[in-house]
């Protein structure tokens, strides 16, 4: 899920003045490497304007589905219209019929709920394998509003900070089923304005973490450092706000991007 805005408007400049000679005009995708190696898939129209590729790609010669965001593959768990779908973390392939975690995904992609996978395996209503007749993975009720509200808008942002109320730690470690689980007191989510700023606020309350989920963090020179969960445990931040964020299909974020 890695994004190379700091290159990509580079890349851009470079495809209006230098695309291959030999790429037709109705072309509408067309990849462009920059002089450090990074490739973005750019759109042309018909104009020759060009712009970072969006959304759903196919593949013409393996028929393999992938997700682009400013013109790089998305990895990791993603929503698009209400559904989960998993895009390989090596190359971003969306993956079909198999199982992922505590998760199936079907032909097209999406993942299963409420039913039994192919081999046997009983799968609860959000999604994960069964063990004892209940979910591996499960939020509490109140929890588990934000699965449904990121569900329906998964471009959400979301605020960590200090509990607002009550008392304990701000961090706590939780195990069960053989699950590990990271929960976050407080998380508030936001609907974006139109220049992306938080607007209103649509739920406050608890935020679960994967252990294994990735934090993209923007440090104060402009680079990226990427650490997992359990580093918050020593985080001396007492706020941070993630602009974007992805969930697994029990409602565990996979992913936040910290902004600084």
């Known amino acids: 899920m890695k994004k190379c805005k700091t290159w990509l408007l580079t890349l851009l400049v470079a495809a209006l003045t230098a695309l291959p000679a ?26 020759g304007s060009v712009s970072a590729y969006q959304g759903w790609y196919q593949n013409a010669d393996s028929g393999a589905w992938y997700y682009f965001r400013d013109g790089q593959p998305a990895t990791g768990w993603l929503i698009d219209a209400g559904k989960f779908y998993y895009l390989n ?17 079907g032909a097209d992609g999406a993942a299963l709920c409420s039913t039994t996978t192919p081999d046997g395996v009983q799968l609860a209503y959000n999604g994960s394998r069964m063990v004892g007749g209940k979910p591996v993975e ?18 959400l942002i979301a605020e960590f900070s200090d509990r607002t109320s009550g008392t304990g730690h701000q961090i706590l470690r939780e195990s069960g089923r053989g699950f ?46 990427y650490i997992g969960p359990g580093s918050l445990f020593s985080d001396d931040r007492q706020q941070w706000t993630a602009r974007h964020i992805e969930i697994d299909p029990a409602g565990f974020i996979s992913y936040a991007s910290d902004e600084g």
């Open 22 to 47: 030999a790429v037709p005009a109705w072309a509408q995708e067309v990849w462009v490497t920059a002089g450090d190696g990074n490739s973005c898939l750019v759109s042309v129209d018909e104009a």
């Open 89 to 105: 973390p090596t190359d971003g392939q969306m993956a079909v019929n198999q199982l992922v975690g505590n998760f199936y995904v």
């Open 138 to 155: 499960e939020l509490n009720e109140k929890t588990y509003t934000y699965r449904e509200l990121l569900r329906k808008n998964p471009n």
């Open 180 to 225: 590990t689980w990271i929960i976050y007191a407080t998380m508030k989510l936001y609907e974006p304005t139109a220049d992306g700023q938080k607007g209103k606020r649509v739920f406050e309350g608890d935020g679960a973490f994967r252990f294994d989920a990735l934090i993209e963090r923007k440090q104060s020179d402009g680079s990226i450092r």
